[in-house]
């Protein structure tokens, strides 16, 4: 296949960079863009570094079991900095009986300089997770003394994951980074970036990002940069770099297949005109007075203070908050009654009784949170789908997109008043309910609805689907850009009508690999968390398969929900502890007797083990065979033996 040219085309490119500047410049100019290069930052030495003074010694006493490198030039700044103090043959020899763990190529090249051998390779993307990975596939350091040596910025979650697993961990500070000795072009791209006069910003590494907000602050920018920013396409080169823009709620555009300078620019520049049109389409919502969000002209909900909110944060809470998808639904004998007198489209469409039928089962079982009644697939109606649901089968979409000819009567939800009906169920449910009930709204997340707009309904294999996304990268890329910005807008409508946290299901994703995910769906799940109003919480909800799980974190206010296929401690390891988690209890269990149900309660809340930042719920919808009475005993039991 034939790849498009790597060209920027003129556009102004922003670069952090700072021991390769000229080579990045060149490298811009090179592949047609206009280079803005400024180098951000210079490693300083700690002289003296008594803490780094020590730690050699307790290496060479036999004080420190394990010791992680987590960067080739923080190994050798370590040397620096003992050789007046340390025999530094002591040392290494000392090195080289203990196990070493070396955080990618970097370090353990280092290593190698002086003649050692490390013990473990973390294996990339060299995120802390894969060092977590590799230390419990490897090493047990259970009541074991850890030494990090750390690259200027702390790495709670590593230390934490590690003191997790038994360790007593010791980090060792080697040098720190300050802002390069003339800032004038720091300051000048800075400026630029706010102004939003760069095209696109590449970045190298994490500290540049630390650095690039200090310079903002000092200029007092920080707002003006962050806005500037939104219809900037930010390209990171590579995880770890990804995870310090994400930590600092920057949204990132792009990586490259290799986490190296030269595939960044490359692949940049190959992707350069999608990557930009589609960030320029993805703009803050208009809003006219009456309907902008709580965030811009209110003071926060009451109900802000809930278990449930808090959760959302991952804070501390007295006891675990419990709400269930599909907690109003045909297992409930209301609800029964209500949908027999029309269509469930029709009851859609009747925001009063969506409320009604929500309200009464927030009532009846005391959950923490409510969720808007409505339906995935509405919003693919002004999209220019014929949907209809038909008895014993379903949704049904009559016109089917099957190739990329098809995708001229796609629309974009450029008429969201279309669906007022569905903002109107926000704002009567948000009445209806006590103000201490924070109210979720949703969306289908775009691979599930492009599978229903795709195979015409349910389906098994997802044949047309996968057939259209791996035949048709184009066709493939239009209909999720579509989705997604229809998605983004559909939600923050429902944020202006008064929801306190929206929630994306992702019903169908269980059918893709991580490879196809990470391809097909994620670049596109970014886009939409990035454009989601800020002021709220998201849970980012895929069903199917747990290898996922680590792709489903977005940025900071992020939650992970959690199917009933992986025990939720695992699930939460592979996720990452400092972020929040919902579920995850299997349906099926409510169709046992209060006994069974007590004692899976008992089981998922002890493998939380008090961890702030869960959220009770199934791993799915409750089923429509499941007795009212089962349901109301799981929240009392969980509300019971959460309590802390």
């Given amino acids: 296949m034939n790849k498009a040219p790597a060209h920027f085309d003129g556009l102004n490119i922003a670069a952090l960079e700072s021991r390769r500047a000229d080579d990045m410049a060149r490298m811009i100019t090179r592949h047609g863009g206009i280079a803005h290069v400024s180098p951000s930052m210079r490693e300083v030495p700690i002289d003296p570094n008594r803490a780094a003074i020590d730690f050699a010694y307790r290496v060479m006493t036999g004080e420190v079991n394990v010791v992680v490198l987590m960067t080739g030039v923080g190994f050798r700044f370590l040397l620096k900095a003992i050789e007046r103090h340390v025999d530094q043959?002591?040392?290494?020899?000392?090195?080289?009986?203990?196990?070493?763990?070396?955080?990618?190529?970097?370090?353990?090249?280092?290593?190698?300089?002086?003649?050692?051998?490390?013990?473990?390779?973390?294996?990339?993307?060299?995120?802390?997770?894969?060092?977590?990975?590799?230390?419990?596939?490897?090493?047990?350091?259970?009541?074991?003394?850890?030494?990090?040596?750390?690259?200027?910025?702390?790495?709670?979650?590593?230390?934490?994951?590690?003191?997790?697993?038994?360790?007593?961990?010791?980090?060792?500070?080697?040098?720190?980074?300050?802002?390069?000795?003339?800032?004038?072009?720091?300051?000048?791209?800075?400026?630029?970036?706010?102004?939003?006069?760069?095209?696109?910003?590449?970045?190298?590494?994490?500290?540049?990002?630390?650095?690039?907000?200090?310079?903002?602050?000092?200029?007092?920018?920080?707002?003006?940069?962050?806005?500037?920013?939104?219809?900037?396409?930010?390209?990171?080169?590579?995880?770890?770099?990804?995870?310090?823009?994400?930590?600092?709620?920057?949204?990132?555009?792009?990586?490259?297949?290799?986490?190296?300078?030269?595939?960044?620019?490359?692949?940049?520049?190959?992707?350069?005109?999608?990557?930009?049109?589609?960030?320029?389409?993805?703009?803050?919502?208009?809003?006219?007075?009456?309907?902008?969000?709580?965030?811009?002209?209110?003071?926060?909900?009451?109900?802000?203070?809930?278990?449930?909110?808090?959760?959302?944060?991952?804070?501390?809470?007295?006891?675990?908050?419990?709400?269930?998808?599909?907690?109003?639904?045909?297992?409930?004998?209301?609800?029964?009654?209500?949908?027999?007198?029309?269509?469930?489209?029709?009851?859609?469409?009747?925001?009063?009784?969506?409320?009604?039928?929500?309200?009464?089962?927030?009532?009846?079982?005391?959950?923490?949170?409510?969720?808007?009644?409505?339906?995935?697939?509405?919003?693919?109606?002004?999209?220019?789908?014929?949907?209809?649901?038909?008895?014993?089968?379903?949704?049904?979409?009559?016109?089917?997109?099957?190739?990329?000819?098809?995708?001229?009567?796609?629309?974009?939800?450029?008429?969201?008043?279309?669906?007022?009906?569905?903002?109107e169920t926000v704002r009567q449910t948000r009445a209806d309910l006590p103000e201490s009930i924070p109210l979720i709204g949703f969306a289908g997340s775009p691979f599930t609805l492009a599978s229903y707009a795709i195979e015409g309904g349910g389906s098994r294999q997802y044949t047309n689907t996968k057939k259209l996304m791996h035949s048709d990268a184009g066709a493939w890329a239009?209909?999720?850009?579509?989705?997604?910005?229809?998605?983004?807008?559909?939600?923050?409508?429902?944020?202006?009508?008064?929801?306190?946290?929206?929630?994306?299901?992702d019903s169908w994703a269980g059918c893709l690999s991580p490879m196809d995910y990470s391809k097909f769906v994620l670049p596109w799940m970014k886009q939409i968390i990035a454009g989601i109003d800020p002021s709220v919480p998201v849970i980012n909800f895929a069903t199917g398969n747990p290898e996922l799980l680590p792709l489903l974190r977005g940025d900071r206010r992020t939650v992970v929900g959690v199917d009933w296929r992986i025990s939720l401690d695992v699930a939460w390891q592979r996720i990452g502890h400092d972020c929040a988690v919902q579920g995850n209890m299997d349906p099926s269990v409510l169709l046992a007797d209060p006994d069974v149900i007590r004692e899976t309660v008992d089981q998922l809340l002890q493998s939380v083990d008090g961890r702030p930042g869960h959220i009770f719920n199934l791993g799915h919808g409750v089923l429509k065979e499941t007795p009212v009475e089962n349901v109301i005993a799981l929240v009392e039991t969980v509300k019971e033996l959460s309590q802390r």
């Fill in 89 to 423: 043959q002591r040392f290494l020899d000392a090195l080289s009986d203990i196990t070493t763990i070396c955080r990618g190529p970097k370090p353990a090249a280092a290593m190698r300089e002086l003649g050692l051998t490390t013990t473990y390779r973390v294996p990339e993307p060299n995120t802390w997770r894969e060092l977590l990975q590799t230390i419990d596939a490897n090493v047990s350091i259970a009541n074991q003394v850890v030494g990090v040596q750390e690259y200027g910025v702390s790495n709670a979650s590593l230390v934490a994951g590690l003191e997790a697993r038994g360790a007593t961990v010791e980090t060792v500070r080697v040098y720190g980074w300050e802002f390069p000795e003339s800032t004038g072009p720091l300051e000048e791209n800075v400026r630029a970036l706010a102004s939003g006069e760069r095209d696109m910003l590449l970045v190298t590494s994490a500290h540049q990002v630390v650095n690039m907000l200090r310079m903002a602050e000092e200029l007092n920018v920080v707002d003006d940069l962050r806005r500037g920013l939104h219809s900037t396409v930010i390209a990171s080169i590579g995880p770890t770099t990804s995870e310090m823009l994400r930590e600092c709620d920057l949204h990132v555009d792009f990586e490259p297949s290799h986490p190296k300078m030269g595939h960044l620019v490359t692949e940049a520049a190959r992707q350069s005109s999608e990557l930009t049109k589609a960030k320029r389409r993805v703009k803050p919502i208009r809003w006219s007075e009456e309907s902008k969000p709580q965030s811009d002209n209110m003071p926060p909900h009451p109900s802000d203070d809930s278990l449930f909110m808090k959760a959302c944060r991952g804070e501390a809470t007295e006891r675990t908050p419990v709400w269930l998808m599909r907690q109003a639904g045909r297992y409930m004998a209301e609800y029964r009654e209500v949908r027999a007198k029309q269509s469930f489209l029709e009851l859609c469409a009747n925001p009063k009784l969506c409320s009604e039928v929500m309200c009464t089962a927030v009532d009846r079982l005391g959950v923490d949170a409510a969720i808007i009644f409505s339906d995935l697939l509405p919003l693919l109606v002004p999209m220019g789908f014929d949907l209809e649901f038909v008895a014993g089968d379903g949704p049904v979409i009559h016109n089917p997109v099957r190739s990329g000819e098809d995708l001229s009567r796609v629309k974009a939800l450029d008429q969201p008043e279309k669906l007022d009906f569905v903002y």
């Fill in 478 to 505: 239009e209909l999720m850009n579509k989705l997604s910005e229809s998605i983004t807008v559909y939600l923050n409508h429902q944020i202006a009508a008064g929801a306190q946290c929206v929630q994306l299901f």
